[in-house]
């Protein structure tokens, strides 16, 4: 059999940052500015957002042959795709193989399941930096000089002629004149051994032997010509590389046994993980390939940092007389990121459920057609995001930009890293309560879930006093969190003949984030938390993670408005403590960056061959720090610098100037973030067989990102950091499908 499958797509920018048109800012600083900087206006309206954006196309096409040869079950795959990026000079193109054999031996008491796929990618990376470029750039000045100059792009230069190293660069320069393109190389295999034993047939004998195998390898040239080069003066020919090699390795028994009304299932094993990487190191090259004699040479050509997890694990599954089930687990985790006496942890999981629906007083029953009862309660672990040798004191390579001159040369130097030899699994302990349900002939089903989890140990990143460890912060287990919550969903079919069914799917969501401790010595009462979250444009943090409130919660000074007017007063907070000073003392915990309440919707509706659906989520409570109109939306960023800048939208109806840094700390840039998004408009019409029934074909249209609706006035609601600052923009994509089966 041969199925093909191709989708062919654009993706489209939806929505840019708000930022000054030419005319406003030649306006403003007219009004504003001195004789020098007005004779620096030009006369462009240049939308340089338009300049970095472009519609992308893709195309996605694979072709599977499925099928046996002398018994020998067989899947090959064959991939091909290219993806435009919709920021210019985005590029991805990527071929794929997979081979899939499952041959049964031995009468089949011997399964054998080999897995094998290899990919290989050409890739061109955008300068996301010409994103911020864009927002940032004078609007009054064109894309391109009459000058061969710096490649025929319009720069900023000194009366001389010379760059103006101070100034931004083109955005559109900085794009097309960065070639940073890899060749990135990748397999995955694994071979997977299921043996029934011929003398007892219940239990089974399973080896699963696993690598993931990859080569990352590229360069990045710049020409000399290029201005954003200019402060190297000789451009750039840099190589980079690196190679991943992870191995698993697991072992197991499973013993499976019906006795009556009885039924057993039990499972005992122990599996094996390496992580394991090469990073090259390579000189810093000039254009032209020879070595900047100005920059370090590596001390080392590569380092090679690895990590291995290792796991006991048992499972007992039992049931009587499908009614009645019971589920123990435990694992016992070793991992080599913690020190020796920390190393191990143990994670037991137990769950009962009793299925209502089988007992007497309900198996008849024409309305009620499944209802079952659920407990349960787990441990697991978290050692993700530790570094692979931070629990001991180590000596580390310092940057480039830590380099110590001897004579004429600049020498990398090896210095102490921040350790903690205390650092411990973080466990999360999970007790849920749920019930299923099902009525009508499961026209109607759902469940409902509550759940509360208790994490301690919780690993986060620490400051340390001054003196105490070679590391400003570190990453330690500080204290404990909880998360509890309610889970809700349903699935309907309204509607359901033989041409026409209709179903639709809701789900919701509330979670509530608490912190209950933070230190060492439980309930400090004169630990006020870690801040978090750093705003571009001053120094500071916009969380506080404090005992008795969520993560991530906002910490901010409360802006004072003017009562005629309704705008907020430049530099004037709320004086909390009415001492006459503004300080850290003034601020206010505010909303959290998390949602509280989740929400998402499906539906399909088919008829005859032709089937609707659309799916959307929406977030509850979110809020967002717009960093975007905080430190853009200023007159410095227009008149203060040694060029002409351009600002945020947001500055003609502040007016303000940017003296005052505490503004920027203002919960006045602080939205409501909530939104509801339809992520996915999908119609397909499928034509079943054709070509007199040797043939199967279905075409489908989708759009992605079809609309957000929200209060958020910045590029988009949906920000994971909760500070908006240079979000990639998410496409909106319109997508053709078709899948030719025969």
Not at 41 to 57: K, P, S
Not at 379 to 393: F, P
């Amino acid at each position: 059999k041969v199925n093909f499958n191709t989708v062919n797509s654009i993706s489209q920018v939806t929505k840019q940052v708000s930022v000054l048109n030419g005319d406003q800012v030649r306006a403003i600083v007219n009004q504003l500015g001195t004789a020098d900087q007005k004779a620096m206006l030009g006369t462009a309206n240049t939308n340089w957002q338009d300049q970095i954006y472009r519609n992308a196309f893709a195309t996605d096409n694979n072709i599977n042959l499925t099928g046996g040869i002398k018994g020998l079950p067989y899947r090959l795959s064959i991939g091909y795709s290219n993806q435009d990026g919709i920021l210019k000079t985005d590029n991805l193109q990527k071929t794929s193989v997979t081979l899939a054999l499952n041959p049964v031996l031995f009468d089949k008491h011997l399964k054998i399941d080999l897995n094998l796929k290899g990919s290989a990618e050409n890739t061109r990376f955008g300068n996301t930096g010409a994103i911020g470029a864009a927002i940032y750039f004078d609007p009054t000045k064109p894309v391109y000089s009459n000058s061969k100059s710096y490649n025929g792009y319009w720069e900023w230069t000194n009366p001389d002629g010379s760059l103006n190293n101070l100034a931004g660069k083109n955005p559109l320069g900085m794009l097309n004149q960065r070639f940073d393109e890899a060749t990135p190389q990748r397999s995955i295999g694994n071979l997977q051994i299921d043996y029934k034993f011929h003398f007892l047939p219940d239990l089974h004998a399973n080896v699963n032997l696993g690598y993931d195998a990859a080569i990352g390898k590229g360069t990045i040239y710049v020409p000399d010509s290029a201005a954003m080069e200019y402060t190297r003066y000789y451009g750039e020919n840099n190589h980079y590389k690196s190679t991943k090699w992870n191995t698993l390795g697991e072992f197991y028994l499973n013993y499976l046994k019906d006795i009556g009304k009885h039924h057993i299932d039990v499972t005992a094993g122990y599996s094996y993980n390496n992580y394991q990487t090469t990073n090259y190191f390579y000189p810093d090259y000039l254009a032209n390939g020879t070595i900047n004699p100005s920059s370090p040479l590596p001390n080392y050509p590569y380092d090679k940092p690895e990590n291995t997890l290792i796991s006991y694990f048992g499972r007992a599954n039992y049931s009587f007389d499908s009614k009645y089930l019971l589920t123990v687990s435990v694992r016992r985790d070793a991992s080599s990121r913690f020190g020796p006496a920390n190393r191990w942890g143990t994670f037991p999981a137990g769950a009962f459920a009793w299925k209502l629906k089988q007992e007497s007083f309900l198996k008849n029953s024409n309305i009620v057609s499944d209802l079952k009862l659920r407990i349960g309660y787990g441990i697991t672990g978290q050692q993700d995001g530790i570094d692979n040798y931070s629990y001991i004191s180590y000596y580390g390579l310092s940057s480039t930009t830590a380099a110590y001159q001897f004579g004429d040369s600049y020498y990398q130097m090896y210095r102490p890293s921040g350790f903690y030899p205390n650092r411990k699994w973080e466990q999360t302990a999970t007790s849920n309560i749920g019930v299923d349900f099902g009525f009508l002939n499961n026209r109607i089903t759902g469940s409902v879930d509550v759940y509360l989890k208790k994490t301690k140990d919780l690993l986060n990143q620490i400051p340390q006093p001054a003196g105490t460890n070679f590391s400003a912060y570190i990453l330690a287990n500080v204290g404990n969190m909880e998360n509890k919550g309610i889970e809700a969903s349903i699935n309907v079919i309204p509607v359901q003949t033989k041409d026409f069914q209709w179903d639709f799917s809701f789900n919701v969501t509330y979670n509530k984030n608490t912190i209950t401790n933070l230190t060492v010595v439980p309930d400090d009462k004169n630990y006020l938390g870690f801040q978090s979250g750093g705003i571009n444009g001053v120094q500071g943090f916009a969380f506080l993670n404090a005992v008795g409130g969520p993560k991530n919660t906002f910490y901010l000074y409360k802006q004072v408005y003017d009562e005629k007017t309704g705008l907020p007063i430049e530099g004037l907070m709320y004086d909390k403590n009415r001492d006459g000073i503004i300080n850290e003392n003034d601020k206010f915990k505010g909303k959290s960056a998390d949602p509280t309440v989740f929400m998402g919707f499906s539906t399909n509706i088919s008829y005859k061959k032709w089937t609707l659906g659309l799916v959307m989520r929406s977030n509850i409570n979110n809020y967002v720090y717009n960093n975007i109109y905080s430190n853009n939306g200023r007159l410095n960023q227009i008149l203060s610098s040694a060029v002409i800048g351009n600002a945020s939208s947001s500055y003609l109806a502040t007016h303000f100037t940017g003296i005052s840094d505490i503004q920027l700390l203002s919960d006045y840039y602080l939205q409501n973030a909530s939104f509801l998004r339809m992520d996915n408009a999908n119609l397909t019409y499928n034509a079943g067989k054709i070509y007199h029934g040797r043939a199967t074909l279905s075409v489908s249209a989708i759009v992605q990102n079809v609309f957000v609706i929200t209060k958020y006035t910045g590029l988009d609601p949906e920000i994971s950091s909760g500070i908006d600052n240079n979000f990639y923009p998410r496409p909106r994509i319109y997508s053709l499908g078709i899948n030719l089966g025969f």
